[in-house]
């Protein structure tokens, strides 16, 4: 152990991690993944009022909270960037809280293509239960017939689920440096 320190100290990196060193508690898999998934909410956000569809993007989102109002060319697409951005947001959080769950009960190697690779099939993950189950069983028709669910995919899994995957990958390997050097988990 005193020679890990001492490599640390001179610059060397830590041996690469694996799950054999003291795994971060719960607490920190659940915090990690909700800050994850926040910073991983703002791109996502910006490429789905963007790239993706725009005012009608911000529309479709804000529909869920304001029960369809938000789809009437009359609503303030101001009031529906606003809401639906904020949506994006809380639900990025709180999923992103969910991946942390998941991470943290995974007996894998956390190389940096894996826990990247499993942000990325989480977010098609995602996108597959909002879209192709709880859309149809809340009856948020508006969804479809608004935009193309397939435009969603990519945003699901590139601009939220590899970006969490990477945060989450960043954190890890922070844990593991202050963990080898003799801090705590954080």
């Known amino acids: 152990m005193h020679t890990v320190g001492v490599a640390h100290q001179l610059g060397a990196t830590p041996p690469a991690r694996d799950w054999r060193w003291p795994r971060p508690p ?3 898999w659940l915090d990690q993944g909700l ?15 963007v790239a993706v569809g725009g005012g009608a993007s911000a529309r479709i989102a804000a529909g869920i909270v304001t029960a369809g109002a938000a789809l009437d ?13 904020a949506l994006h947001v809380l639900l990025s959080a709180g999923f992103g809280a969910f991946f ?4 943290s009960s995974a007996e894998m190697s956390p190389s ?25 069983l809340a009856g948020w028709e508006w969804i479809r017939v608004g935009g193309d669910p397939l435009d969603q995919l990519p945003a699901h899994a590139v601009f939220y689920g590899t970006v969490l995957g990477y945060y989450m990958d ?6 593991h440096r202050a963990r080898a050097s003799g801090l705590r988990d954080g």
């Open 26 to 28: 719960l607490w920190w």
């Open 112 to 136: 940096t293509a894996i826990v990247v690779g499993a942000g990325g099939l989480y977010g098609v993950a995602l996108w597959a239960v909002n879209f192709l189950a709880v859309a149809p």
């Open 73 to 85: 060319p009359d609503y303030p697409l101001s009031s529906a960037v606003v809401t639906g951005g």
């Open 170 to 175: 960043r954190a890890l390997d922070h844990a």
């Open 100 to 103: 942390g769950l998941v991470m």
């Open 35 to 49: 800050a994850g998934g926040i910073l991983a909410g703002v791109p996502f956000v910006v490429f789905e009022m």
